[in-house]
């Protein structure tokens, strides 16, 4: 039987999102090389027909697709060097969709054109669900004439795009933005609540009255109900991948001079949470800390 | 011609909300005595048929219904006196809308009893132009018995109730809960588009984005708009009384010993405004002075 | 044998420092007359000579000096009623030498002339011992015809006296500022000697070499040290009352519209502390609880 | 005539401190070959005897002595290289005085070792006129066994060496602890003296009660009496370079996973007034920020 898309693609990192971006590429008929440094990680997908690479620089193809998603800056920078971009090369695309900082995209970036390979941002809101059911939201930002050739892929993986222009860090910038939202909101239901209950005042009741009126949307509505049935594992996202995620936006603010005194308070606030070995429930267990504070227990 | 509704009430309070709410109440139908401090704000109603009390203890009548819709603590106390509610007595019904503290909540209901007066705590959540239209989200908590005789008031001016019990003081919580949030919201918005337009992304994509995703909720759509449009007037609710219910969070969040940074982070946000002359603009105006602490102009 | 001083002397309030203070003048050969709520507290003093009032007013007489030491605005209120007031009368002279806001000064201050008593603010820097050594700093402010009356008191109680001119509240602002500089300094030493310990270096030695060289004055030697010793109990002066003296901080810095997001963090971290049950500690505790947040055990 | 001190040293990096350290020890005696980016800040040095190198690596001889005071890492980085290091080679000895990060200095000891010269940090407290009167505050930290052959130099540039052993890291942590400190009085201060000068209350006044007593220290009084007296140019440590060492706190806090709100309050409060352009002006500004926040003209 033929495929839909000949072509092989590169997908590196499988983590809890790419395992689920790469099974649902998979599903969408799309062939796969994967690779990660844990190879255990890829079993499901080689029973889906995916092929395994050892080295990330064996999974790409001369002038071929290669879509990364990494836990983190360094990650990204240690597989995309020199000897995986030479083998990717001119006509090459990377479509990297891991969440990382704006200044480490703008290096990568160049670092790609020097190879001829065109370097596309294009990180994603959604939990790991999301990216097993092609429901991502996409933030696109890179050279615009590639994108006829990823809308295939994109299509598959997410249940929108929103395009940023050409400059990659633009669409990283959006995502730490949005990340930075999404903590804000949790912290500022993890205080409300507590005060309510602290008042005698049930914090579901709260709780269901606003995420169903003001704040009826998902993010309040999905970590509200896991903030108030104090639902932190298994975790969706960490709080350890908060942290870092938070560091970047702290980062990007230093850059450009940008007191932001609410990313202070979450920095601070998962640091203590780091420290006193909470890194790996899942964030909106920023709630649980404040419950500690507030002396409820 | 009859009046669907034969009984009189006595409205107390004509500031923006409160003429929204008054006019609302006119039009469905009911009967109103208004009082205000400022007996000129009453003119558009009296054009609509209401009477206008000279008192507010004029208002009311024995066992009748009063509402009331006042800027704070002190005007609260300062009209539901003894001589009020001597007058209103025995089978009186006082439906309280306005944003107060618990800790003044309490000591009000206390004072009605002992007048054989229902306190009925309804705070409101919407602004002037939904008063007007009968939108508001009303948050009820007071004596059980007396609801079935509000329910015709609160159907016009309301989209919706929550009940919250038989305390009152736990429907202001909520509701300063709420006002909480949305100040939270605010703050955050502001710090996240002024990072991105520091660093040349622009601020309405990151917006539209995210307010058609995960924060697709009227609280971020309508302030993040006024946010990125830079429109922080006319005030829908101005800085100055946002500073007040932050005040109002921070006592509540003393008496319960609940630790919370983002509460004070805003109180003190709220402070320089005031303290620079900019009490009067909207609230969503926090972003004008993150952008100004921020080196945009 | 002869007294010195002939004159009996009310001093109302016996907690930690007014003890002290109350014994300091007893053997400066003052005769005093004492009252406090639990009048067991005055057994010490009844040892040395003192005359016990079993009510506040029972302790003055017309026309003569009454000294305060009470724990906070509400018992100074309460005490210095209108009956006590009319019983010190014209030419009485009230030292009160508790940290009160100043608002509450404010309202004290005219109620005294009301009844032709003058109201003197003075409140102290220095803990217990000093009060019992005589080594507390006076902050005076007040009718300044009255000073010289009180010189002999003030004399056997400090160490210096600094005047801050007629209005008594300016005496209890700066008390203020000066209870805020503290808890300041007792928090930036807190964080800075949980940063050396994590990176492996000794606090002490960093602390050795500060204390001694740019911060080589008594408040960062003295609380320095019980840092570094983890020494805070028993307290010289308890968490919960550090805690009602922030939240003095904050009160004026309220009224007077200046935001101090150093207070504001000091108010949540004294708040963390009272809710989890440490209220009783000495308030260079706070160093327990940043090591706590710093997962160092 | 003799040299007291035959052999000659590397001085490299003339900024405020440098140039007044160097100056110091051409009086003290020695012979200086030093070295600086812009070559004509060394002219008043050349005046006293200096010799000058046109790169920094010219500057140094093998087995000898190098000391430098630099602005930054990076510029920490880029001048000890491979070339300087294997120059200055076996025997050769860095007194590194400059305020550099802990991971840096790590990385740096290890680079120097490599070539078999010993690192030693000695970052210093003090401001240019005190470097100029060799009245510096030191702390050592590195190989013990070089500190007789560098012993005259510091006893020449200092007033007192504490040391804090063999890892050279520690005696960075120690200088960031300090700074952190500094920068935190210095807020303090900057509140406290804004809410009293709101009260109506002298702040010159309450800064010299508590100057000269509870904080009769130099940093309390020379600080304090710079923001009481709004003079905050010409500066002796910019807000800029104070913005750096708070980068430096912070990162710190992060690698070490301890959380600081009051490091991160500052770093919040430095970018602000990086981003309003104030950023050459002294660090003790802050509390022309803080007047401007409180609505003081």
């Known amino acids: 039987m033929e495929r839909t898309h000949p072509q092989t693609i590169a997908f590196i990192g499988l983590g809890q999102m790419g395992l689920g971006m790469a099974a649902r590429l998979i599903e969408g008929d799309f062939s796969l090389t994967v690779y990660n440094r844990t190879t255990a990680r890829a079993e499901p997908l080689v029973a889906q027909g995916a092929h395994v690479a050892a080295q990330a620089a064996d999974a790409v193809e001369p ?9 983190d800056d360094a990650a990204a ?3 995309f060097d020199d000897a995986l971009l030479s083998r990717l090369g001119p006509g090459g695309v990377h479509l990297s969709m891991s969440t990382l900082s704006p200044a480490t995209v703008t290096r990568l970036a160049a670092r790609h054109t020097a190879h001829g390979v065109a370097y596309v ?14 429901k991502l939201w996409l933030c696109y930002a890179g050279p615009a004439d590639v994108r006829p050739r990823l809308e295939p892929l994109l299509n598959v993986l997410g249940q929108g795009v929103r395009d940023f222009g050409e400059d990659p860090a ?7 933005a949005g990340n930075f939202l999404i903590a804000s909101a949790i912290e500022a239901m ?7 209950e602290k008042h005698g005042v049930d914090a579901e ?22 903030i108030v049935a104090q639902r932190f594992t298994p975790p969706g996202f960490t709080l350890r991948l908060g942290a870092k995620d938070m560091r970047l936006v702290q980062d990007a603010a230093r850059t450009a001079e940008v007191p932001m005194p609410l990313a202070s308070l979450l920095g601070d606030r998962f640091l203590r949470m780091l420290a006193t070995g909470q890194g790996d429930i899942d964030w909106t267990g920023i709630a649980a800390d404040q419950r500690a504070s507030s002396g409820l227990t």
Do not use: W
Request: charged share 10%; proline share 5%.
């Open 77 to 79: 920078e240690a597989l």
């Open 205 to 226: 009741q709260v709780h269901q009255l606003l995420s169903q009126t003001l704040f009826a949307c998902p993010i309040y509505q999905n970590y509200g109900n896991a």
């Open 63 to 71: 002038g071929g697709i290669a879509i990364s998603m990494l836990a």
């Open 170 to 176: 633009a669409a990283n910038v959006t995502k730490l």
């Open 121 to 134: 941002a294009c990180p994603v809101f959604g939990r790991p669900d999301a990216a097993r059911a092609g």
């Open 190 to 196: 993890s205080e409300a609540y507590a005060l309510a």
